[in-house]
């Protein structure tokens, strides 16, 4: 079974520099998508920026990027230029690729809560 | 196209009682997937759904809870004699297919008195 792993269950930063999120998964899998996604008090769950396994690119999203590296099962999200608005729970998720077991099923850690100091 | 509609918002039942949460999938999306929040927690998958059919239902716990997606109507999550350990923010999100981006609704926080 896969499992995902957030080790910072809080993060601060100040208005306008960047942060970055650490996210680590383990798999026997060599196809499949990872995901971050942000959860604002409203609770609804906000697509961020997703990474497919098979892509050596790193994904970006305007202020937000990855550092996806396979080797390690390391996925980082950079947030640059943070704005009030990033304040929110951050959410590392795994998914199977289509063709693998349960690719349905999205594997989440248990957050990090970014707080932006104005 | 209006997003995954989840009602209610806030749900309060006391323990013992009977807790329905329904789930209207986006137009054209006929895969439903619920999820469950503890506090302090990622969330977790329960059960997938198509019309009429459950798929997998791995992530449900084997007593009280059920899940139902009608060939009309939304899709309901059923809690019978609600404990404590109960409340949580539940999810539930859809897709067109089921190895297609998943959206999800804003969840229904359940608190059990």
């Known amino acids: 079974a896969q499992t995902v792993t957030q080790s910072q269950p809080e993060m601060s930063v100040q208005e306008a520099e960047t942060v970055t999120l650490s996210c680590t998964y383990d798999?026997?899998?060599?196809?499949?998508?990872l995901f971050w996604y942000k959860q604002p008090p409203s609770r609804q769950m906000i697509l961020v920026i997703r990474?497919?396994?098979?892509?050596?690119q790193n994904a970006t999203e305007n202020r937000f990027s990855v550092n996806f590296q396979k080797a390690a099962k390391s996925f980082s999200l950079k947030i640059s230029d943070s704005q009030l608005g990033d304040a929110a729970m951050y959410f590392c998720?795994?998914?199977?690729?289509?063709?693998?077991?349960?690719?349905?099923?999205?594997?989440f850690g248990k957050g990090t809560l970014l707080t932006v100091n104005p | 196209n209006a997003g995954v509609m989840q009602n209610p918002r806030h749900l309060v039942r006391r323990r013992g009682q009977e807790a329905r949460l329904r789930c209207s999938p986006m137009k054209g999306h006929s895969h439903v997937y619920w999820y469950r929040q503890l506090p302090e927690e990622g969330l977790k998958f329960m059960v997938y759904l198509q019309k009429e059919n459950i798929i997998d239902e791995s992530g449900m716990p084997k007593e009280r809870f059920s899940a139902e997606f009608p060939k009309e109507g939304p899709s309901i999550l059923r809690i019978q004699q609600v404990v404590r350990g109960d409340s949580a923010a539940y999810f539930c999100a859809s897709s067109p297919r089921a190895d297609t981006e998943a959206f999800f609704g804003q969840g229904t926080r359940l608190t059990v008195v």
């Open positions: 798999t026997s899998e060599s196809d499949y998508y």
């Open positions: 998720a795994y998914r199977s690729a289509p063709g693998g077991g349960s690719n349905y099923k999205l594997t």
């Open positions: 990474q497919e396994a098979y892509k050596q």
